[in-house]
């Protein structure tokens, strides 16, 4: 079985910066891409960042884009979440996820969608006050 595990969350004021890990137990895998998500409140997951490990290439939502940066480990599966200029609604449960699945498209679009995601995390909580 294989499980994510996430580490690194906590409380921090605004302006301020956190760095968030995600590495694989259990057996081994192959994955193509891995993101962060997060949900606050009684809000939907939202999607953070994400980074297919073939070219390296990154995807940020619009919120985070400039202040937050994603990178990561292929051969280990472990992907990080720099988080800089903390704002209070960057606010949540942050998750990380796994995709074993080969790449077919090359958009936000597509590593913004959690469902192609096969493996996730239980979450960190980060907790951004004003």
């Known amino acids: 079985q294989v499980q994510l595990v996430e580490s690194g969350g906590g409380l921090v004021q605004a302006g301020g910066s956190m760095r968030l890990s995600c590495a694989p137990s259990g057996r081994t895998f192959t994955s193509s891409a891995m993101a962060w998500f997060r949900q606050s409140g009684g809000k939907a997951r939202e999607f953070v960042a994400a980074i297919k490990w073939s070219d390296s290439a990154t995807y940020y939502a619009g919120s985070v884009q400039g202040r937050f940066t994603i990178s990561g480990d292929n051969v280990k599966n472990t992907v990080y979440l720099q988080m800089n200029s903390l704002k209070p609604e960057d606010t949540a449960v942050y998750s990380c996820?796994?995709?074993?699945?080969?790449?077919?498209?090359?958009?936000?679009?597509?590593?913004?969608?959690?469902?192609?995601?096969?493996?996730w995390g239980q979450g960190t909580q980060v907790t951004v006050s004003s």
């Open positions: 996820a796994a995709d074993t699945n080969p790449v077919l498209y090359d958009s936000i679009g597509y590593y913004s969608t959690a469902i192609k995601y096969d493996y």
